[in-house]
């Protein structure tokens, strides 16, 4: 099947600083990656879709400033916190899609988890 | 904002028995889609059913769709303790997915 893998699987940074998490598609290109949040005991909130080449398409009430998307190649996708805050602290998950597969596939990383101190 | 309702927020039950998770939707849909997640890991995915399906089967777990009352609901049969996990329905719209806010299951051995 197809395989997402995240890095690091876990992070822990200093308040002001900036952390890069990468979504990376293993076995598949993917033409669409999608960056998802989930705090503690919640479900997972949408906050941006990436394509390929592309500027990424950002949710309604996500900074695009703050969190900075790269889709640069076919499966590679970063997602870049700046400045953190601990109200960033969360479960960052990405999830790929391609072309070839069906369009409501998404396969989804392992998650990383952010903490600031 | 997420659309997806799901009750109830948390079930416990004994191994053996039948677990059933409700989700709600509110707009159309193209398909709606079950995951499993364990305790800080990612999304597993169990199983989807189009909108043009009522019900769809796949081992010991069984999905019924039913599109006039905007709902789902995911039945899992003969639970096993391994089976503890959130269950999260998520509701398609194009390659957009929305996800319920996730039973937390607790199967007791």
């Known amino acids: 099947g197809a395989v997402v893998s995240q890095h690091p699987s876990w992070v822990i940074c200093k308040s002001g600083t900036s952390v890069k998490i990468e979504c990376r598609s293993l076995d598949f290109q993917a033409t669409t990656m999608f960056w998802y949040r989930q705090f503690p005991k919640q479900s997972l909130m949408l906050m941006a879709t990436?394509?390929?080449?592309?500027?990424?398409?950002?949710e309604q009430g996500v900074e695009k400033d703050k969190f900075l998307i790269n889709h640069a190649s076919l499966t590679l996708s970063t997602l870049t916190v700046t400045s953190a805050h601990p109200e960033d602290s969360s479960f960052y998950i990405c999830?790929?899609?391609?072309?070839?597969?069906?369009?409501?596939?998404?396969?989804f990383g392992p998650g990383t988890r952010l903490t600031v101190t | 904002s997420q659309q997806g309702e799901e009750d109830p927020q948390a079930l416990s039950i004994q191994e053996g028995e039948n677990a059933t998770m409700n989700c709600s939707y509110k707009t159309s849909i193209n398909n709606l889609q079950w995951y499993r997640q364990n305790s800080g890991r990612g999304l597993v995915h169990l199983i989807l059913i189009r909108s043009n399906e009522r019900e769809k089967h796949s081992g010991r777990l069984r999905v019924t769709l039913d599109t006039s009352k905007k709902s789902s609901s995911l039945l899992i049969t003969a639970s096993r303790a391994a089976d503890t996990a959130s269950y999260f329905c998520a509701t398609a719209s194009g390659s957009r997915l929305t996800f319920g806010e996730g039973t937390q299951l607790t199967v007791n051995p």
């Open positions: 999830s790929a899609s391609a072309l070839s597969m069906s369009s409501y596939e998404q396969y």
């Open positions: 990436s394509n390929e080449g592309s500027k990424a398409t950002y």
